[in-house]
Structures are given as structure tokens and as C-alpha cells.
């Protein structure tokens, strides 16, 4: 039996740790990349960027699923936007893991996110539409993180975290247990959040409070 096809929203380096996690997982076959339009033609693992973002209405009658590729670090703005837009044209965002990840069955992952090698999500924890859980980042119990956000690589998120939407936790960060970080934060890499961070924080400095 085929497997249906899926195209990937964004040509960017995002798309090609994106690609490798979807061979992974192996239930879709990838149709092709959308791009902008300099981008069109080039290839990417194997794989043509094929159309832009105004070909979108025109893809859904031949495409069901999708997944948004491009990554996020300075702002979600170009992942909701692209998310959005093929949510309301009828594209399906399925929940793509990687066979290396644990997700436990007591989580819950939204629509469109995607967790790549070696994370973990564990037990009670809840992961919004449209995320980044990226390779061997760790999402603890009854923790949550809403929509659009973007947990980098080796990221810890303790347990009874909440996380707010459209936020980016950097490499290698740690969000101490119980912490609540507000709506459209930066918690840059390496650093150690102690405190609560309210909407628009941009906790990047030297000082690890």
C-alpha cells in the first residue's frame, strides 16, 4: 500500500533535519519542498522545491498533508503564518516522531509539531500545534508548552513547566521546575531560567536568574 504524500512549507536548513526525521518515521512519502521563488527548482536531500506559497490553494487539490519546515529562533511569526494559512485552505499537519523520541502515551503532542531524535515527552506533559521539540530535547512531566514554539536541541524543560505560545527555549537551556514563561519569550542557549518571565521576555544575558 502507498503512503500518502506530504509537502514541506519551507526550504531552509530546518527543512533538511525535517526531512530526515520523515524518512524516519516513514509513514508519509515526501511530495516536495515549497520555497520562495528563487528557490525553486533547487534540490534538498534528494527533493525538488517544487512551488511557492501562492501555489498553496492550487496544491490542495492534489495534496492532503503537509508540514511546515522553516525553523524558528527570532520570532514564530513566519511558522504561524504558514501553519495558519495551510490550516484554513484544508491541509492536514500530522504529528510527525521520531522512532528515536519517547513520547509517552499519558502526553499530548497539537497538530503540525514535530519532535525529532532523541527527545523525550514525558508522562502528563502537553505540547501545542505547530512546535519544534528538537533533537534530544527534554520536555518532564505535567509540563506544557502551547502553540508555535520551538524547544532547541538538548533543551530541558522540568517538570510543571509552563511554557507560553510562539516562545523559543535555546540549546542546551534548563527551565527550572514549576517556572512559567510568558507569550513570544527567548530564553537564549545555555542559560538557566530560575524565575517566571513575563510576555516578550528576551532572557538572553549573562545574568542566569
Given at each position: 500500500m502507498s503512503k500518502p504524500s506530504l509537502i514541506l512549507i519551507g526550504a531552509g536548513g530546518h527543512a533538511h533535519a525535517c526531512i530526515d526525521v520523515i524518512e524516519q518515521h516513514g509513514q508519509y512519502q515526501i511530495a516536495g519542498l515549497?520555497?520562495?521563488?528563487?528557490?525553486?527548482?533547487?534540490?534538498?536531500?534528494?527533493?525538488?522545491?517544487?512551488?511557492?506559497d501562492s501555489d498553496l490553494p492550487q496544491l490542495t487539490k492534489?495534496?492532503?498533508?503537509?508540514?511546515?519546515?522553516?525553523?524558528?529562533?527570532?520570532?514564530?511569526?513566519?511558522?504561524?503564518?504558514?501553519?495558519?494559512?495551510?490550516?484554513?485552505?484544508?491541509?492536514?499537519l500530522p504529528v510527525i516522531i521520531a522512532p528515536s523520541a519517547h513520547v509517552s502515551r499519558h502526553a499530548t503532542i497539537g497538530s503540525g509539531t514535530i519532535v525529532m531524535h532523541g527527545a523525550i515527552v514525558n508522562?502528563?506533559?502537553?505540547?501545542?500545534?505547530?512546535?519544534?521539540?528538537?533533537?534530544?530535547?527534554?520536555?518532564?512531566?505535567?509540563?506544557?508548552?502551547?502553540?508555535?514554539?520551538?524547544i532547541?536541541?538538548?533543551?530541558?524543560?522540568?517538570?510543571?513547566?509552563?511554557?507560553?505560545?510562539?516562545?523559543?527555549?535555546?540549546?542546551?537551556?534548563?527551565?527550572?521546575?514549576g517556572v512559567a514563561i510568558g507569550k513570544r519569550c527567548i530564553a537564549g542557549m545555555g542559560l538557566t531560567v530560575r524565575r517566571n518571565q513575563a510576555d516578550h521576555a528576551r532572557f538572553v544575558g549573562n545574568d542566569k536568574s
Open positions: 515549497v520555497g520562495m521563488p528563487e528557490e525553486m527548482h533547487a534540490q534538498h536531500l534528494g527533493y525538488t522545491v517544487f512551488a511557492t492534489d495534496y492532503q498533508y503537509a508540514c511546515v519546515t522553516v525553523g524558528q529562533i527570532q520570532t514564530p511569526d513566519h511558522r504561524i503564518r504558514l501553519y495558519q494559512q495551510a490550516t484554513e485552505l484544508g491541509f492536514q508522562a502528563g506533559a502537553k505540547v501545542g500545534s505547530n512546535c519544534i521539540i528538537n533533537t534530544r530535547a527534554l520536555i518532564e512531566h505535567n509540563a506544557t508548552v502551547e502553540d508555535h514554539c520551538h532547541s536541541t538538548g533543551a530541558i524543560v522540568n517538570g510543571n513547566v509552563h511554557i507560553d505560545a510562539g516562545s523559543f527555549i535555546g540549546s542546551g537551556c534548563v527551565v527550572k521546575e
